[in-house]
């Protein structure tokens, strides 16, 4: 158990509907990443958190935004879905700033969209 | 654009052998590069990483090198086990801080036949 936690684990969808996914941060960490995984695909790099503001972007859609609260939790909303948007979400967490190895993953939220 | 491209989706290897598994990337700034382990229904779990200062990291029977002219890194693994059996993701950073916005590749699985 890494310590983050994500929900929903599983959701299935329409396409045009809008979804949140929601991601706890373990204890004490600042940072919240989110990824996206995509059949066949490497994990991509969505954007970052820390302590509620946003740090970094990646290849994020207009359609998707996110954000932090201040009890640390983060929710990625997608929105106007469409069927390439089904993939495994995946959320991260880490202290303020260290190496690599602090990034503590999630289980991952399946998305499906129909 | 793949900037981390692991170019075998699959390998199986004999228990006890040697399991090399492979990473190129085309990014030459990046400087920090890390392992990461995936178990099915789990999120990745951090494995190993290497500063470009250094061309090899040790730990266990985990070891990772790290050829920066050639933009190339491996991690080989001995002696091979079952528990090994997973999808293996190569990830690079644009700096030392190493968790930030990190570049996955797409991953290899790596089978371990008893």
């Known amino acids: 158990d890494s310590g983050v936690t994500q929900t929903p684990k599983h959701l299935i969808t329409a396409t045009g509907q809008r979804v949140t996914l929601r991601c706890s941060p373990r204890s004490g960490d600042l940072s919240v990443y989110w990824y996206q995984q995509s059949l066949d695909q490497g994990l991509q790099f969505l954007i970052q958190y820390y302590n509620g503001e946003e740090r970094a972007k990646g290849n994020i859609l207009e359609r998707f935004s996110a954000q932090q609260f201040p009890d640390l939790h983060s929710e990625l909303n997608l929105s106007s879905l469409e069927l390439g948007d089904s993939a495994l979400y995946f959320c991260?967490?880490?202290?303020?700033?260290?190496?690599?190895?602090?990034?503590?993953f999630g289980e991952g939220s399946w998305l499906t969209v129909v | 654009d793949q900037q981390v491209k692991q170019n075998s989706p699959s390998l199986s290897v004999q228990e006890g052998r040697i399991s090399i598994l492979n990473c190129d990337y085309t990014?030459?700034?990046?400087?920090?590069f890390l392992w990461y382990k995936k178990y099915p229904a789990e999120g990745p779990t951090f494995l190993i990483s290497?500063?470009?200062?250094?061309d090899k990291n040790e730990d266990g029977r985990f070891t990772v090198f790290l050829n920066k002219s050639a933009k190339h890194l491996s991690l080989h693994i001995v002696p091979s086990q079952p528990g090994d059996s997973a999808v293996y993701f190569c990830?690079?950073?644009?700096?030392?801080?190493?968790?930030?916005?990190?570049?996955f590749g797409t991953g290899t699985r790596l089978t371990i036949i008893p």
């Open positions: 990830a690079a950073s644009l700096n030392n801080f190493g968790n930030e916005k990190l570049t």
């Open positions: 290497i500063s470009s200062i250094k």
């Open positions: 991260a967490s880490s202290p303020a700033r260290g190496l690599g190895n602090t990034i503590y």
């Open positions: 990014n030459s700034m990046f400087d920090y």
